[in-house]
């Protein structure tokens, strides 16, 4: 009978107990969850080098068949400027079961790599995009398939709001010295990437954050997920 090897646990699970960072942005067709649109969703997952140094991971997307009976509230297609008849859009839309199953596995084959036992939310007002995700998942049936913890989130408005005294994630990025294109606002895409830039930008910046990886670091257990543990 074959030995069952465990993953090594790697930086970024121990830094963050056991759970995988990744952070999603929708956009939608309006505020509530159960009746209004998921039109797109993108997740960006962060990783940690040897270093200590949190980074971008490669991006997962989806544009998004509004589900059948669907609300599409005008306002807020003007806002984000989706057109969800446009030809284009769908020639390269996804239903939403579709679109959670290709991403959910992707991710659940990169938290078993680094060794995490779950996602964890990361998002600009998290808890409207885990509305969201979990209005899906439910629509669905795809519970037993999502890697994210049901409820717990880190919210990058409130980083920024201890950091920068500002919540809007277009004026903090700015603050920050990190470029925003407000032309590419919106995007679900975009907005996740300037989101995790954002997150990486201040959990790398500010030394208690980083405080936890510090104490790690002088154990030496943890490894990257292309390290060979030490066999000593």
């Known amino acids: 009978m074959s030995k069952i090897v465990k993953p090594t646990k790697t930086l970024i699970a121990e830094r963050f107990r056991g759970f995988l960072p990744v952070v999603i942005d929708v956009e939608t067709a309006g505020f509530n969850a ?6 797109e969703i993108a997740c960006v997952p962060i990783l940690m080098d040897n270093d200590g140094n949190l980074y971008q991971g490669e991006p997962l997307n989806a544009h998004i068949e509004p589900f059948d009976g669907a609300n599409l509230e005008p306002a807020a297609l003007k806002f984000t400027g989706i057109n969800p008849d446009s030809p284009f859009r769908k020639a390269i839309s996804e239903n939403e079961k579709t679109a959670l199953c290709r ?6 084959a990169l938290k078993k790599e680094h ?15 885990l509305g969201f995700l979990n209005a ?21 408005v409130s ?3 201890l950091t920068y005294g ?9 603050i920050a010295g990190l470029e925003f294109d407000n032309q590419h606002a919106h995007s679900a895409l975009y907005d996740a990437q ?13 030394t208690l954050l980083s405080t936890n990886h510090a104490n790690l670091t002088q154990n030496d257990t943890p490894t ?6 030490s066999l000593t």
């Not at 991403?103 to 659940?108: C, D, Q, R, V």
């Not at 060794?115 to 995009?129: K, P, T």
């Open 34 to 39: 159960a009746t209004d649109a998921l039109l």
């Open 136 to 156: 899906a998942i439910a629509r669905t049936n795809s519970k037993n398939h999502s890697p994210f913890h049901t409820f717990s989130v880190l919210d990058t």
């Open 166 to 174: 500002h919540t809007v994630l277009a004026k903090t990025c700015m």
């Open 159 to 161: 980083f920024a709001a």
């Open 103 to 108: 991403i959910f596995k992707a991710l659940k």
């Open 224 to 229: 990257s997920p292309h390290q060979t543990p």
């Open 115 to 129: 060794g995490c036992r779950q996602c964890i939310l990361v998002g600009h007002n998290a808890h409207f995009d």
């Open 194 to 206: 300037k989101t995790a830039e954002l997150f990486c930008h201040i959990v790398n910046q500010n």
